[in-house]
């Protein structure tokens, strides 16, 4: 099982561009998260879906979107780049019955410039 | 009533002593409270829980203690090792909440 995997590793963006970040699990779990988190801070999470086709605004969904076609896939999408959205991005996935036990991918850490 | 109160911001601790963090919850629907551990340059991975019908747990050298009439719950490193200097964040989830609600995390260093 790969677990968590995240791409890509590394991005630097210019203000206004756009781009996707991927995130896929093998472990058919119906819970995704994203969170970000800035330097020396804590998790604050972005979006989640408790399942294909659902999904609901986290603390900091303004500048993001995203959609949940399949159980394994969950990317995050952000539009128009500003600067605050410099962060390390982080996907993470539970089970419905255990959603204190997430599972986080390695993470996509973004400089927008 | 959705915080996890979290403290100390960071530590420092020598060798072979033991590390104590500290976290409050307001909300009595929670109903499992885990620490996860995270290093630099990687996602937080769990490193131990507890659920409220218990005081304590223990995983080798890592404890949770858990007062549920305080609504507070710590995690206790025994004999730190320099391979624990990590970032430690404790979490508590339950009720009709879909997420983990997260403290703010601990920086922990324990010199050699």
């Known amino acids: 099982n790969a677990g968590v995997t995240q791409t890509p590793k590394f991005r630097i963006l210019k203000i206004g561009q756009s781009m996707t970040l991927q995130c896929t699990q093998d472990m058919n779990h119906n819970y995704m998260y994203w969170y970000r988190q800035d330097p020396g801070m804590g998790l604050k999470l972005i979006y989640y879906s408790v399942g294909a086709g659902i999904t609901d605004k986290g603390e900091v969904p303004n500048g993001y979107n995203v959609s949940r076609s399949t159980t394994e896939d969950f990317p995050l999408r952000l539009e128009l780049a500003a600067p605050s959205q410099t962060s390390v991005y982080f996907c993470?996935?539970?089970?419905?019955?255990?959603?204190?036990?997430?599972?986080f991918g390695p993470g996509t850490r973004l400089t927008v410039t | 009533q959705q915080q996890v109160k979290q403290s100390p911001q960071s530590l420092i601790v020598q060798k072979g002593g033991i590390s104590i963090i500290n976290c409050a919850y307001e909300?009595?629907?929670?109903?499992?409270f885990p620490w996860y551990q995270q290093f630099p340059g990687k996602g937080p991975a769990l490193l131990i829980a507890?659920?409220?019908d218990v005081s304590e747990k223990k995983e080798g050298r890592f404890t949770i203690s858990f007062n549920k009439s305080a609504k507070q719950f710590s995690l206790h490193i025994m004999d730190s090792q320099p391979g624990d200097s990590a970032t430690y964040f404790c979490?508590?989830?339950?009720?009709?909440?879909?997420?983990?609600?997260w403290g703010a995390g601990t920086k922990l260093i324990i010199k050699p």
């Open positions: 979490a508590a989830s339950g009720g009709s909440n879909y997420q983990l609600i």
């Open positions: 993470a996935s539970s089970y419905p019955a255990d959603r204190g036990k997430q599972y």
């Open positions: 909300n009595t629907a929670f109903d499992y």
């Open positions: 507890i659920r409220p």
